[in-house]
């Protein structure tokens, strides 16, 4: 069975950073594509950011670009988000999720992703 534990998360002011773990077991993160989605209060669920088994290509949502970094451990079997330059706006509940395989036109997607983390909640204030 494959289980997502989350760690990381909290509060930080504007500017700051922050840094979220998703470790998996019950599967290899080297073989699933894994991403990040957030929830802010009030609003839908959307796309962080993601990669996949091959890890040659990361996608970010705009709204990210330049300032979170997806990244992998394959010896600790950990999937990470560094969130740098943090706003308000990034304030949300985040969650990493996994699939075995997730076609690109759809790695935004996360009616793709079964498997996901138990979410972490991000608070950044002005």
């Known amino acids: 069975q494959v289980q997502l534990e989350q760690s990381g998360g909290g509060s930080v002011k504007a500017g700051g950073a922050l840094r979220l773990s998703c470790t998996a077991t019950?599967?290899?993160?080297?073989?699933?594509?894994t991403g990040w989605f957030r929830q802010a209060p009030g609003k839908g669920r959307e796309f962080v950011a993601a990669?996949?088994?091959?890890?040659?290509?990361?996608y970010y949502a705009d709204s990210v670009k330049g300032r979170f970094t997806i990244s992998r451990d394959n010896a600790k079997n950990t999937v990470d988000l560094q969130m740098n330059s943090l706003q308000p706006d990034d304030t949300a509940v985040y969650y990493c999720?996994?699939?075995?395989?997730?076609?690109?036109?759809?790695?935004?997607?996360?009616?793709?992703?079964?498997?996901w983390g138990q979410g972490t909640q991000v608070t950044v204030s002005s």
């Open positions: 990669m996949r088994a091959s890890a040659t290509h990361k």
């Open positions: 019950g599967a290899t993160v080297s073989r699933y594509t």
């Open positions: 999720a996994s699939n075995p395989y997730v076609i690109l036109s759809a790695i935004e997607r996360e009616d793709q992703y079964q498997f």
